[in-house]
């Protein structure tokens, strides 16, 4: 990922805001939600485990629900 902000500074010239294009922006969102489901997958482990099948189409219905 290939991220180029775009600075908002104040009069005096100091950063105050950060301006980035909306796939950049996406792509944070999305790597920060898969981690967050990684984390909870993970707390929640009680030998409940998905073949790599299952797991796939579980991810696919899930980037579906969220096109919705």
Known sequence: ???NPNYIVDNQNHKI????????YNQIIETLENFALYKLMEENDENETLSLK??????KSLKQDKAS
Do not use: H
């Open 1 to 3: 990922m290939c991220i």
């Open 54 to 59: 299952d797991a796939r189409e579980y991810y």
């Open 17 to 24: 805001a950060v301006q980035l294009d909306i796939a950049t």
